[in-house]
């Protein structure tokens, strides 16, 4: 059981834009940034989205994020085939004195 | 660049020990709190442990602690991770993350007989 809630799931055609929900608590994304990760499979993860909205150079901006009270969010515009990966999101939880990470979810371009 | 490179994975029985490094380049290594951070195959990412600049503060995630140990030289700009008691449980890529930058591309534990 993760301390951040994704869905295990989201999808899309090639174009579509997508939406992967994060959802946490107060001592967590009510509290500190977000950052996203991408992982294909085989592969280490990367860093796609920090603080909360912040791309890191050559993440293209079709990758866009933001955060509100307790929930964050991941979009992706313009999908393409390309995107089709694991994504996870994170933070710091003052609580808990460590990284809480989401599930992940898997997106599936159709 | 910033470039994170783990080594010192491996197979070891239950039981047994095992000392990951983590060299890092392209950034102000001993200026960055460092991250341990491991996946279980086919698993999602699991937090394991960080440590401050100076190495003065660590935690760990409960599942680890009292066996794991993390520390750094910043001299060497490179992080460690000394596993000892290790169980089945603990198989896992093992990466060496900055938290704002990037990741290692990760070594492999496996931990059985």
């Known amino acids: 059981q993760s301390v951040l809630t994704q869905p295990p799931s989201a999808s899309g055609t090639p174009g579509q834009r997508v939406t992967i929900s994060c959802s946490g608590s107060?001592?967590?994304?009510?509290?500190?940034?977000v950052n996203w990760f991408q992982q294909v499979p085989g592969a280490a993860p990367k860093l796609l989205i920090h603080?909360?909205?912040q791309r890191p150079s050559g993440v293209p901006d079709r990758f866009s994020g933001s955060r509100s009270g307790t929930s964050a969010s991941l979009a992706i515009s313009g999908l393409q085939s390309e995107d089709e990966a694991d994504y996870y999101c994170?933070?710091?939880?003052?609580?808990?004195?460590?990284?809480?990470f989401g599930g992940g979810t898997q997106l599936t371009v159709l | 660049e910033v470039q994170l490179v783990e080594s010192g994975g491996g197979l070891v029985q239950p039981g047994g020990s095992l000392r990951l490094s983590c060299a890092a380049s392209g950034f102000t290594f001993r200026s960055r709190w460092m991250h341990w951070v491991r996946q279980a195959p086919g698993k999602g990412l699991v937090w394991v442990s960080r440590?401050?600049?100076?190495?003065?503060?660590?935690s760990y995630a409960d599942s680890v602690k009292g066996r794991f140990t993390i520390s750094r030289d910043n001299a060497k700009n490179t992080l460690f991770l000394q596993m000892n008691s290790l169980r089945a449980e603990d198989t896992a890529v093992y990466y060496c993350?900055?938290?704002?930058?990037?990741w290692g591309q990760g070594t492999l534990v496996t931990v059985s007989t």
């Open positions: 994170a933070a710091w939880d003052d609580t808990l004195r460590g990284l809480v």
């Open positions: 993350v900055e938290w704002g930058l990037g």
């Open positions: 107060n001592s967590n994304i009510g509290a500190n940034n």
């Open positions: 440590i401050t600049e100076d190495g003065d503060i660590t």
């Open positions: 603080s909360s909205n």
